[in-house]
């Protein structure tokens, strides 16, 4: 069984910090490109990172740069995701998605977890 699970969001104040993680197990995502997707209330899901399968590369949307960090862990049956976001900002404020994919340059990723709220207060 697929699963993705994400954990870590919360209420924070502008300029503050959070570590976001999402356990990934069920398939061999060892192997695959892992990413991090957001969605604010009445706005369309959008890319934030995306780490390919050993860590070597990193993406990130611009309004992150320099703020977020990706990484991740590629444990024996359970891959771990994380997102370190520093000098978070009110507009970061949205649900965070993991999400994984056999390959990092796609439009259309494979799995999803359920998502996780962030709420950053100015």
């Known amino acids: 069984q697929v699963q993705l699970v994400e954990s870590g969001g919360g209420l924070v104040q502008a300029g503050g910090s959070l570590r976001l993680s999402c356990a990934a197990s069920g398939r061999t995502f060892s192997s695959y490109a892992m990413g991090w997707f957001r969605q604010a209330p009445g706005k369309e899901r959008e890319f934030v990172a995306a780490i390919n399968w050993s860590g070597g590369n990193t993406y990130y949307v611009d309004s992150v740069k320099g703020r977020f960090t990706i990484s991740r862990d590629n444990a024996k049956n359970t891959v771990y995701l994380y997102l370190q976001m520093n000098s978070l900002k009110p507009e970061d404020t949205a649900v965070y998605y993991c999400?994984?994919?056999?390959?990092?340059?796609?439009?259309?990723?494979?799995?999803w977890g359920q998502g996780t709220q962030v709420t950053v207060s100015s």
């Open positions: 999400a994984a994919n056999p390959t990092i340059h796609t439009r259309n990723w494979d799995y």
